[in-house]
Structures are given as C-alpha cells and as structure tokens.
C-alpha cells in the first residue's frame, strides 16, 4: 500500500506475512474429535490473534515513535497524571451527542491499575480541573477539525 | 485456426447476407488470394440445392475489397463442421469441370470434420491446457451453464494457462498461442451463443482481447503477430453488442428467470443494460455512424429502474453519463453520477457496512446488498475505489457546488486505487504487482488544486495500447471495473470528448 503521511512525506508499506505452525502429532489424530478438536482450533486462533496483535502494535509503536505521541513510563505504574498526560497526548473524536468516542486498548492485567488512575483523577480537584480543560480543549479541536471537512477556494 | 496457420485475415463477413457468398477471405502465405463459404452440420443433397446460388457466387463472382488488387483470381473454400455427403461431392467434382471450362480454373474445394479436426490439432494441439488443473479448467468452462454470467477470474485463469506468458517463450509461440486463445474462447463459448446470453460473450470476448493486449505488451509484438487475433476478439464482441442490441429492441419487459425472485437482480441488470447499450451507441457515433435513437431511448428506460449494487457498477454509470451528454441531456448526465455518489456516501455512513467494492462481482455484491446467503465479508465501510474517479468526473464539469454539499461525507472515506506495477498485468483479471495508492481527501480541500488534479490527470503510466485503442479501453472498464482509476477515466473522458477514436487502427 501506498499512501502520503502528513509531515513523513509519501510511504509505502508492504504486506506482512501473519502464519503459525501447526503440529498434529500422530499419537493425537484418533482423539482429534468433538472438544479436542475444539481445543485445538480455538488455541490455533488465539495464536493467530496474538501474531496479528503483536504486528498492530508494532506498527502503531512505530507510527508514534515517529509522531512523538509517547509517553514512557519507566516501569512507574500508571497514575492520574500520566492517565491526563495520555488523554492529552492523543487526538479525541466525538460523535453526535457531544460524547468521546476514543476507547483505551489496554492489556487485561493494566484493568486495575487504570481503574485507580481514574479514580484518583475524579478524587483530586485539580486533576479534575485538568481533565475538564482537556476535555474542553479536546472537543474545540474535534470541531475544528470538523469544520475543515469542506471544500474551499 | 487460419491466422494461425499463417493466413493473414483480410475480410470476415459481419452481420446480415455474406458478401457475395464470401464469409471469409484471407490471402496465403505464398499470396494467393482464398475465399471461404463456413455451413456447420452435414450436406445433403437437399441442404445443397438450398446454398447453390451461393456456391456459384463464391466461385464465380471477383472479390472486390480494398485490400486485394482488381482482377486477381482466388481459390474458393466449401468449409463444414459435418460431412459432405457422397451425392454432393459427385456434383461438386462435376461443377468443377464445368467451371474449368469457364476458366475459373482453381474451382470449389472442400473442407469436411475430419480435415478440420486434424489441422486444429496440429495447429493448437500443442497449446492446449498442460496441466491437468488447467485442463479441468478447461471443461468447466465448455459445461457451464450458458445462461448464467461468465466467472472471468477463472476464465481469466484459464486464459493464462494457454496463452504463453512465460519469460522463454518466443514470439512465434505467443502469436500462435493467441490465435488458440481465440479459437478456445469460441468453443467455451458454444453454450452461451446456444442461449443467447450475450452479454456472457461480450465479457469473454473483451477478457481475451485484453489478454491478446498483455501478451503484446509484455513481448512488445510486432502487429501482425497479434493484431489478427485482436481484431477478432474485438469483432465478436462488438457482435455480442449488437444481438444485445436487436434483443433489446424487440424486447417489451426485461425479467429474466423466476419473476418471483427476479426483483433482487432486476435492477442491477438494467444498469448493466443501460452501460452496454451506452457503450454500443458510443462506440457507433464515434465511428462515425448515426446514433440510433431508440436505443437512446431504451438507454433512458433502463436507466429509470437501475440499481447500484456496489462499486463494480460504476463504470455503467459512468458510461451512460457519457451517452446522455452525447445525447445533450448534461445536467441529467452529471445529476446521475451525483446520485451514484450520494448513494455510494450513504452507504458508507454512520451505522452502515458500506457497498461492496470493484473487485466484488455483481452477483456476490447483490447477494451482499439485499443479504441472501452467507457473507464472506461483514463490511467495505471506509474506502472506495470508485469515489475518486467520480470526483474528478464532476470537477471536470465544475460541479462545485455539488461536491461541497458531499465533502464532509467524501472526507470520512479513504479514497484507493489498484495500480499495477507491470504494464502487461493491467490486461489480465489478478494482478499480482499491483499496488493499492490510499489517500485521505483534503481538509480543508482547495477546489482550484482539485481542479488542476482532474484536469491535468497524468495518463502517463497507462499501457500504451490502452490508450491507442479507446473503443477497447470503453468496453474494457465495462468488464473489468477494477481497472477503473483516476487515469483510465480521464483516459476514455478525454477520448469521447475528442472527434475521432476507431475501433482498430
């Protein structure tokens, strides 16, 4: 695929190969059947998922090295501030009653330690306050973004 | 099989009475001028009595083309795909002596089954499918069911297995490769003619001219090794147009198989009409024949209960907004495409699984569309292949105004197109180089840069002989919607704006 990113200039990105192995041993083939089998294709699949999920992540690391739109935490868990650090960082879109539509992808075990972060930002006035003013800031930007989807001299 | 043989083609009768008993005249490798009369099935003696006149015309009466000097005398050919009964022979041997005396010296020779069978083998033989696949390919083909649309990827496939592609081969080969291309599409053919599905030999017949073009291109051919058999594909096609045509003509509705059932399809196939009958009506004016005006207005009948099933339709849509602005009719002409855009945008909004792209078949993008069967795809929300194409066509036209209510919608879509990185595989159905160029549309988008982008449309990277031959190029998008790209619209736009473009030159 072809493709011009804004700022990077024109880019060409190649088609990756997604595969796993697959071994079916001998001794396995007589009781390869019913939930066996089940076990078998679902455990292929998540394989496979994982495969595709690594290459997704990957290529958005590279995408946002390149933006700068990172933020490291060395190894500190995550907090109210890096969770607004976060949220400031990236681009938010909402649909039409005014309502965020970015979702956080995040890996099961981060669930509790995010839950915290949150907490701690609805707790603290001053994170609250920050988190309104990006919010605020957030939305103005949507709409401007949203009124440049128009054809002009 | 004559080209292959080395006659070089110079006459093929077209539709109607043959020329004076003539359906074929060739000139001989050693410059003899023959003319062939083709019958198919046995001749009896009553089956004679009936074709003496004609016989007597084919031998007796000078050939009177321009590419055969006045005066020259020929050979005269009986050719039939059955037997000559002996009765038969006996009067041929007789009314050769006759003509003899009369000094039309070379007389009448026949061509039975079994003459034809052996020189087919020992001319195509060596081309048929190798691989046991590609000759199973070949069967399915022949035993299909005529009635249904052609499956050009495997026909495709198919064409690819004869015709010879590789890096080795010599020109030779190719050219007769193609002349058996030709010959096998004919056969393939036999159950579609049987029931007069033309718009199934149309699409073959565009799909071998096509794969005639990326063998010339990709061996660079001298003409005479593939022109012949180019212009046969051509011709066959443009006679499936016109049987489309006369069918059309006579016709008083347009269902076709179970009524019941038929309203999923109905629709689709009076856009796939009203494209083939605005692809024939163009192809007419611009070789400079009057336009026919009740097909104009059959165009416009069908036009009325058209469907757009999905991406693959654009072309027909696009191909009968050129015929209405032939026909004068410009603001219906761009009020059309219009109306394709909306309905290509609405698809693609909030909530929606978007319309089926270019490389899904028609009958796959109905089934899509109205939901019948199992999908293999859930969803084509967020890009299109056609939506650029279009674009530029209303830009073309400063339909501004038009485009500046869309835009917010257009700018919600990733604008793609398939370009093959070999020239040669722009002719053949799977490219296997071809890029995929994405881009986001502008936001804010300048009119004035849009405008210079569609004007100044860089054709360049085209084959040259999509761009030598426009009456191909016009049929071509029809069959293969693919193919449809900013450039190769701007290429046919370019052309039907111009005076002048001729089926073969």
Redesign the interface.
Known sequence: ????QVEFGKK?QEAQECSIPVEIRFAEVPTLIGEVLDKKLRSLADQLGAHKMRALFARIEECTDQTGQKLDAKGAPIDGRMLLDIMEMGEVGFDRFGRPTTSFVIHPNMAPALKRASEEVENDPELKRRLEAINDRQRQQWLD??N?????? | MLAAEGEELLYIASHGPFEKGKDVITRAPDGGIRAYQLKSGDIRLADWREIDGQINNLVELPINIPQCPAGLSHMSFFVTSGRVDDVVLDYINTGNLGWRERRFLHGLAVIEKSQLVHRFVSVHGTFLPQEAKDFQLLLTLLLSDGASPLDKPSFSRFLLSVIRFEDSATHRNVSRSLSSAVLLTSYILGPATKCNNHWRQFEAWIVTASHILAAATKFVLSDELWKPSFDLSMMAAQRALDDLVDECKQRQQFIEGQAMVDGFFYGSRQLILSGLLSAWTLARRRSNQDPDVHVQRLVMARLKESFIWGESAAPFVLLTAFELEQQCMQPLAEEFVINYLRILLMFHGEGMRGLPDSFISTEDSVRFMHQIGEQDVDSFQGFSYSCQPMIDFLVRRWRRQALARLWDAITRLSLESSVPQFLWEWFIWKSDSAVADSCIPGQPQSWSALLQAATDRDISGLPALLVKYPVFTMFWLLVFPHRLTPATLALVDRSISRSTFSMSE
């Not at chain 1, 695929?1 to 011009?4: I, V």
């Open positions: 695929m072809r493709f011009e060409t973004r949203e440049r989807r128009k054809l002009v001299d």
